[in-house]
């Protein structure tokens, strides 16, 4: 079974950055669609972006596009997301998540199989 640990979460001011990473135990990231989702306090976890098997192919929520960036590095067996001019909305505990099945990056938790512990990222002055 593929094990998931995110890391790099941590308290931010409104406006800067944090690089968050997700670390497989399988060693076989390129096999899988990855994703990021997180899950704000009092919400259901929502879809933040995805990387499909080819690294090219990636999708974006509406929320984040322009300020998030996913990526894969197969050598290193690791997926990481680059968090730019952060927001207080953008608090929230962020999940590493990877599927086999299908070829399609999706935006519904539900469809991943494998999922991290997840890591804390607090917007705030």
């Known amino acids: 079974q593929e094990q998931l640990v995110e890391s790099g979460g941590g308290l931010v001011q409104p406006g800067g950055s944090l690089r968050l990473s997700c670390a497989a135990s399988?060693?076989?990231?390129?096999?899988?669609?990855m994703g990021w989702f997180r899950q704000p306090p009092g919400k259901e976890r929502e879809f933040v972006a995805g990387?499909?098997?080819?690294?090219?192919?990636?999708r974006y929520a509406e929320s984040v596009k322009g300020r998030f960036t996913i990526s894969r590095d197969n050598a290193e067996n690791t997926m990481c997301l680059q968090m730019n001019s952060l927001k207080p909305e953008d608090t929230a505990i962020y999940y590493c998540?990877?599927?086999?099945?299908?070829?399609?990056?999706?935006?519904?938790?539900?469809?991943?199989?494998?999922w991290g512990q997840g890591t804390q990222v607090t917007v705030a002055s």
């Open positions: 399988g060693r076989t990231v390129s096999r899988y669609i």
């Open positions: 998540a990877a599927r086999t099945l299908g070829s399609l990056i999706t935006t519904t938790s539900s469809t991943y199989e494998n």
């Open positions: 990387i499909g098997r080819i690294a090219s192919v990636t």
